[in-house]
């Protein structure tokens, strides 16, 4: 932008010379993604702020990480600017953009003039409007489809993960190659039905991790879905969509499926209530599977009290057609009592750990220290099961579409392939005791539990972080998978991060078939916790 062209911009006309020309070179450097600049005009220390739609970052180093994975912004013009002396070398700036591909937005700042110059001490952005998130929606409608007019859910929208069926629209996996190589649905999957005859309306279909086989939350193709909780970090995965949707108020109910943690994992880095069902309790017909033997849906909501609503409907008998009735204990509430495993505790971080002791103290529970044993002879022998399913699932299709995925997701599928009948048959035997074991702690007691090691990542953490990340994460999610147990996670704890202070969940898992009384128990450990 020239001087004259900035001088022809109304209202730069009141604004002190110096400080317009810092306001246009700031511009300048938005404009060419110049991160170095960039983080040179935001004033340094832990007091500079930024926010936007997405939410709101304290520090300058969390807004420096955040701009590093934003990727610039499109070609605009300052149409208008508003200046407003705030005191002593203190001003706002209030500025109007045009963007050249259509749409208006709001910048507001606070400049303080310091030392080096003239500096943004905070900062609020209200970008150009935008018809839908693409990172979380594949199809979206207000509503997509009208559901009952009538009914306990009245009301309330909800996000398909993009693993079910919906008549009329093809399944995508996450995947653009696989939505094109598949036709569209004939029928409804029952567990969408299920929603959408007690009331819900569907809202659209969100995104996955590609074919389900992550837990991180991003997508090589679509983008990754922002985290509604934390901004510039990871959402989780692979219900990475609805949880999105969910957490910025997008939709009220995530449909979702939970393998290893796929409904846990992004509840926890969202701060929401999360559920993954008893397996086998709701059908999976008409969902794409990962790996048969530990696929289960479950459900996503922004409080208890609306994930209570989901549950008492869908998983009763008058509420589905799909559902056996959830076995006879599940009308009584489960024992105030828990069982906490000590090799989670031993693995989380330091933060996660205090702020769940401190959670413990307050419950005023019966609570016991219990051994599951090595949490990496849960996870490897559920490696190997899983990876021999998921093989058996998608291996054709992978071998008709070389080169069709994401590399993390490829290499993923690349061990699986290797996985041979002798490793998996050792595995399955390996998981039996292991089953049996939870499933006689859970007899008299709830686990109870830390979702996942800490805050989530940041979306620019490097590979070897996020992986060794992820595998811890298994290691704490993988048990209730393996004995099949129904699994909350419920948003109680709240710990620091780079990003600020960050959510993580804390799980409560209890014996087979108990899922309505478990999310009664959640509700009140939170209520006790408060």
């Known amino acids: 932008m020239t001087e004259t062209e900035a001088m022809a911009i109304p209202g730069t006309d009141g604004v002190p010379a110096d400080l317009l020309d810092a306001f246009l070179a700031y511009e300048r450097a938005i404009l060419d993604n110049d991160l170095d600049a960039l983080d040179g005009w935001f004033a340094p220390g832990a007091g500079t702020m930024r926010g936007d739609d997405a939410g709101l970052l304290v520090g300058h180093d969390a807004i420096s990480a955040f701009r590093s994975l934003r990727g610039g912004v499109s070609s605009r013009v300052i149409e208008r600017i508003e200046h407003r002396p705030l005191g002593e070398d203190v001003a706002l700036l209030v500025s109007v953009s045009r963007f050249a591909i259509g749409g208006r937005g709001l910048q507001t700042q606070v400049w303080q003039k310091t030392a080096d110059g003239w500096r943004i001490t905070a900062a609020h952005v209200s970008p150009r409007p935008q018809a839908f998130n693409r990172a979380i929606w594949r199809t979206v409608g207000d509503p997509l489809f009208q559901g009952a007019w009538e009914g306990p859910l009245e009301g309330l929208t909800v996000a398909v993960k993009d693993l079910f069926a919906i008549k009329g629209y093809r399944i995508g996996a996450g995947n653009p190659a696989y939505l094109e190589s598949v036709k569209a649905e004939s029928s409804t999957a029952p567990a969408v039905s299920d929603l959408l005859r007690g009331g819900a309306s569907l809202r659209g279909i969100a995104r996955t991790d590609e074919f389900a086989y992550s837990v991180a939350g991003d997508n090589a193709h679509y983008g990754t879905p922002p985290n509604g909780a934390l901004p510039g970090a990871l959402p989780g995965g692979s219900s990475s969509g609805p949880a999105a949707a969910v957490a910025t108020g997008q939709a009220d109910i995530g449909l979702a499926t939970d393998t290893a943690g796929s409904v846990r994992v992004p509840a926890s880095y969202q701060g929401l209530w999360g559920i993954r069902t008893t397996h086998g309790l709701v059908p999976r017909q008409g969902m794409l599977p990962l790996a048969q033997s530990f696929d289960t849906v479950g459900w996503l909501t922004r409080d208890g009290a609306t994930l209570q609503r989901v549950v008492d409907w869908c998983l009763s008998y008058d509420g589905s057609e799909s559902t056996e009735r959830v076995l006879g204990e599940s009308g009584a509430d489960?024992?105030?009592?828990?069982?906490?495993?000590?090799?989670?505790?031993?693995?989380?971080?330091?933060?996660?750990?205090?702020?769940?002791?401190?959670?413990?103290?307050?419950?005023?529970?019966?609570?016991?220290?219990?051994?599951?044993?090595?949490?990496?002879?849960?996870?490897?022998?559920?490696?190997?099961?899983?990876?021999?399913?998921?093989?058996?699932?998608?291996?054709?299709?992978?071998?008709?579409?070389?080169?069709?995925?994401?590399?993390?997701?490829?290499?993923?599928?690349?061990?699986?392939?290797?996985?041979?009948?002798?490793?998996?048959?050792?595995?399955?035997?390996?998981?039996?005791?292991?089953?049996?074991?939870?499933?006689?702690?859970?007899?008299?007691?709830?686990?109870?539990?830390?979702?996942?090691?800490?805050?989530?990542?940041?979306?620019?953490?490097?590979?070897?972080?996020?992986?060794?990340?992820?595998?811890?994460?298994?290691?704490?999610?993988?048990?209730?998978?393996?004995?099949?147990?129904?699994?909350v996670s419920a948003p109680l704890l709240t710990v620091p991060s780079s990003l600020g202070p960050a959510p993580v969940g804390v799980c409560l898992v209890s014996r087979p078939g108990t899922d309505i009384a478990l999310v009664r128990l959640a509700r009140r450990v939170a209520e006790a916790a408060a």
Do not use: K, Y
């Open 334 to 487: 489960l024992p105030w009592r828990f069982a906490v495993p000590i090799e989670v505790l031993d693995i989380v971080e330091p933060a996660t750990r205090d702020a769940f002791e401190a959670l413990l103290a307050r419950l005023e529970a019966p609570v016991e220290r219990v051994s599951i044993g090595d949490l990496a002879g849960w996870q490897e022998p559920f490696r190997v099961v899983q990876g021999a399913e998921a093989w058996r699932n998608n291996g054709d299709w992978l071998r008709d579409h070389p080169g069709s995925t994401g590399a993390a997701v490829a290499d993923r599928f690349r061990a699986a392939s290797q996985i041979s009948a002798d490793d998996e048959t050792a595995a399955r035997a390996a998981l039996e005791p292991l089953a049996e074991r939870l499933h006689g702690l859970l007899r008299d007691a709830t686990l109870l539990l830390p979702t996942v090691p800490g805050p989530a990542p940041l979306r620019t953490a490097d590979g070897a972080a996020v992986d060794a990340l992820r595998t811890a994460t298994l290691r704490m999610t993988t048990p209730a998978a393996v004995a099949g147990a129904p699994a």
